[in-house]
């Protein structure tokens, strides 16, 4: 059955190639990039690659929080109802580590802004819709102050923490009543995407071990009841995640943080 999908980050690396993998499994595609011209080559691309697709573009930049709550508002102005949202946008190494909201741009883009995403589509997703949150195995203990825009972390620490932070809130977000099947992938370890390339100066594994799990996490029937789960795409198979996000009363403490940051940026 064809599926309508939101992808975030659908313009390279893990993302691009699972728009590619969807699209040719006859699923409509929602794709969304942060660059105009990127997300328009991509859109161009790949309806000339699948001519009998169903393509829409989404432009918003993450690192900017109102622009989440637009992307939000302008995807249920065109759809009543979404099978799936990916949460694969993300972001390592970066020239502007502080938004202009004041925020670490990992938290911002990696777990801030796929959580608005996720709460405000949640009416079109419903109790049988699939949240598919991309985490890593990389994840480190939270630091609330980092996560709230009060302190500065070293690249991998941020980056670390806002992946174990959005696998908290997976796990919380799944555990309330008629949440979506909300799932948490570590996608597989060093794939060869950019964020690989120039964050690591190394060549990488093939995306599509990542655009494969995040394919069927989202479309596969066997996946409609791993909700709360996380998947280690490195080991193959659910696995516990970093301990941290085991803890329910360090999980709250993780998305009451998130919400008084959302909060206080839209005061
Ligand atoms: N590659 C790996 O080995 C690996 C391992 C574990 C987890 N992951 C995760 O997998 C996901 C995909 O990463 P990737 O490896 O495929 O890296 P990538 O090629 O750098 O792709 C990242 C995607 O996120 C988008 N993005 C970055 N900053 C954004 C912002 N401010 N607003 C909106 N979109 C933004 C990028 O847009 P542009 O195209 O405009 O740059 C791109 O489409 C990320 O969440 C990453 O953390 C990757």
Same mark, same amino acid.
């Given at each position: ?18 728009? /590619? ?14 660059? &105009? ?22 432009? +918003? ?12 508002? +302008? ?17 390592? /190494? ?56 009060? /302190?500065?972390? &070293? ?7 806002? /992946? ?46 990542? &655009? ?11 996946? +409609? ?41 839209? +005061?």
């Amino acid at each position: 059955m064809q599926k309508t999908i939101l992808l975030t980050g659908a313009t390279d690396g893990i993302g691009l190639v699972t728009a /590619k993998m969807l699209l040719a499994q006859g699923h409509q595609v929602l794709l969304h990039g942060r660059s &105009a011209d990127k997300l328009q080559r991509v859109e161009q691309q790949l309806a000339a690659e699948f001519s009998d697709a169903t393509i829409e573009g989404f432009l +918003a930049d993450l690192s900017n929080l109102q622009a989440a709550d637009e992307l939000a508002d +302008a995807i249920a102005r065109k759809h009543q109802k979404i099978d799936a949202l990916i949460n694969n946008a993300g972001v390592y /190494k970066t020239p502007q580590t502080v938004t202009s909201q004041g925020l670490d741009s990992r938290f911002a883009v990696n777990t801030i802004a796929p959580y608005i995403l996720t709460r405000k589509l949640l009416p079109l997703l419903g109790s049988q819709g699939r949240v598919i949150n991309v985490s890593s195995a990389a994840q480190a203990s939270v630091d609330i102050g980092a996560l709230s825009g009060d /302190k500065t972390l &070293a690249d991998m620490e941020a980056y670390s923490q806002s /992946k174990l932070a959005i696998t908290m809130w997976s796990r919380e977000m799944a555990s309330q009543p008629d949440s979506p099947v909300v799932i948490a992938v570590n996608p597989g370890s060093l794939l060869g995407s950019k964020m690989v390339k120039e964050g690591f100066g190394m060549e990488g594994g093939d995306l599509k071990i990542g &655009a494969t799990i995040l394919t069927r996490l989202a479309v596969d029937d066997e996946f +409609a009841d791993a909700s709360g789960k996380y998947f280690d795409n490195d080991a193959g198979n659910f696995g516990p995640p970093h301990a941290d996000a085991l803890d329910s009363g360090k999980s709250a403490a993780v998305v009451s943080a998130i919400e008084a940051t959302i909060e206080r940026l839209r +005061a």
